[in-house]
């Protein structure tokens, strides 16, 4: 028997599905993982029961009635803080890329399995609860010769002190609590957004190689912050 990994708390989660007989497989197999499972099938009422009843995670279908998935992620995001995850039968790189520059936090390619669907919102909500733990748990970090503290803001590299925008100073508060693990753009933007901004996958990347050229991290490749082939960035603990 399969164990039940979200017992302590009940998540609830709005799945946005107009086929009916798909949405019945979801809501059974989200049900049995422990998830209470809300249903809308139209895009327009999406938005408003987000907005109203803010729900942990939002599994959108991407062709809806309506508003389609891209227009309600972009119109729910900048007020809404939990999980975003779009769900479409068309491998298309354009539409992934547009999702996550739009606030998605995960892109799901059917006929993925009902059981592959619970598997990755469990995992989106883990990171999310370890992210917002870090973020509460340390006021100051340091990587080698890199220190960075919250309070007073100041990042400084041995005897220097960096001089960062708001935006660079943010991602690497995140990149340095996050240092020796892989950050997806993904779990980058969704954490900035709880910061307060509201970044695309393109000014990630650019504010990414604006820190290395503060650091000095020059090399081809870099050996601070590290990018690594479709799945991200890491911060190396050394280089």
């Known amino acids: 028997m ?17 086929d009916d007989l798909a949405a019945e497989d979801l809501v059974s197999e989200l ?7 809300e249903r809308e099938s139209n895009g327009d009422r999406a938005v ?4 109203r009843e803010p729900p942990e995670a939002v599994l959108l279908e991407l062709r809806l009635p309506g508003k389609d998935a891209f227009a309600v992620c972009r119109e729910v995001r900048h007020h809404y803080g939990g999980q975003i995850l779009m769900l479409t039968r068309q491998a298309d790189d354009l539409d992934h890329i547009l ?3 739009l606030g998605a936090d995960d892109f799901i390619i059917k006929p ?15 990171r999310a609860d370890r992210i917002a733990e870090l973020e509460r748990g340390c006021s100051s970090y340091r990587v080698g010769e890199l220190c960075i503290d919250r309070d007073s803001r100041t990042v400084r590299q041995g005897n220097r002190e960096l001089v960062l925008t708001t935006a660079e100073f943010d991602l690497l508060w995140l990149l340095m609590s996050r240092a020796g693990e892989i950050m997806s753009r993904a779990e980058i933007m969704h954490s900035l957004r709880r910061s307060g901004t ?4 393109r000014s990630i990347d650019v504010r990414v190689g604006r820190l290395r050229r503060l650091i000095g991290d020059d090399d081809n490749p870099p050996r601070r ?6 799945k991200g960035y890491l911060l190396a603990r050394s280089e």
């Open 99 to 101: 999702a996550l520059e």
């Open 225 to 230: 912050i590290k990018t690594v082939r479709g």
């Open 48 to 51: 408003d029961h987000i907005l």
């Open 2 to 18: 399969q164990k039940n990994l979200l017992p302590a708390k009940h998540p609830v989660v709005l799945l946005v599905e107009h």
């Open 198 to 201: 509201t970044p695309t996958a």
């Open 112 to 126: 993925s399995g009902s059981w592959v669907v619970a598997g990755r919102l469990k995992a989106a909500l883990r």
């Open 31 to 37: 049900t049995r993982h422990g998830f209470v499972v």
